[in-house]
């Protein structure tokens, strides 16, 4: 699967960049996100609950940041195990513009995924996918503004 958006965001490069790294706005901007932990600068271990289709599943997993310029890119690669439901590896690349007082994120995910997720059809795959992006961003927005998350839930 592959997936790529550019996303304005209403806060200065610095700042968007510094919340893309803060684990407490992570936790509350993922959709599903149970458990997020930084186990060193670069590295995150998580646990998320989603739901894609019929399918509900608690992932558990690892990513890690490559390739780091700050306050302009990152690539994130991880990977994520449901059990019987499969997993999910990616590869993200992360690019930040200044736009005046906004930031242009553009984002580029490339992901491999197995067991009943990859029969469930790549169109529901993407589809989910991008709704859960919308939701990321919508309450990555609303924590950067010092507002609560919108949306939570992963259903």
Do not use: W
Request: hydrophobic residues 45%.
């Amino acid at each position: 699967m592959e997936l790529a958006e550019e996303i304005r965001i209403n806060a200065t490069r610095d700042i968007v960049f510094a919340a893309l790294n803060n684990v407490e706005i992570l936790k509350q901007a993922i959709p599903g996100c149970e458990a997020l932990e930084a186990t060193s600068a670069t590295e995150f271990t998580a646990t998320v609950v989603s739901k894609i289709g019929p399918l509900k599943a608690r992932f558990t997993g690892n990513v890690t940041l490559v390739d780091v310029i700050a306050p302009q890119s990152y690539t994130m690669v991880g990977e994520g195990k449901g059990g019987p439901a499969g997993f999910a590896k990616m590869r993200t690349f992360v690019h930040l513009t200044d736009e005046g007082e906004s930031t242009l994120l553009r984002y580029e995910v490339k992901a491999d995924i197995g067991g009943k997720l990859a029969q469930l059809g790549g169109a529901l795959i993407s589809s989910t996918s991008k709704k859960l992006a919308g939701i990321f961003f919508g309450n990555f927005e609303a924590l950067l503004n010092g507002e609560r998350a919108i949306e939570r839930s992963s259903e």
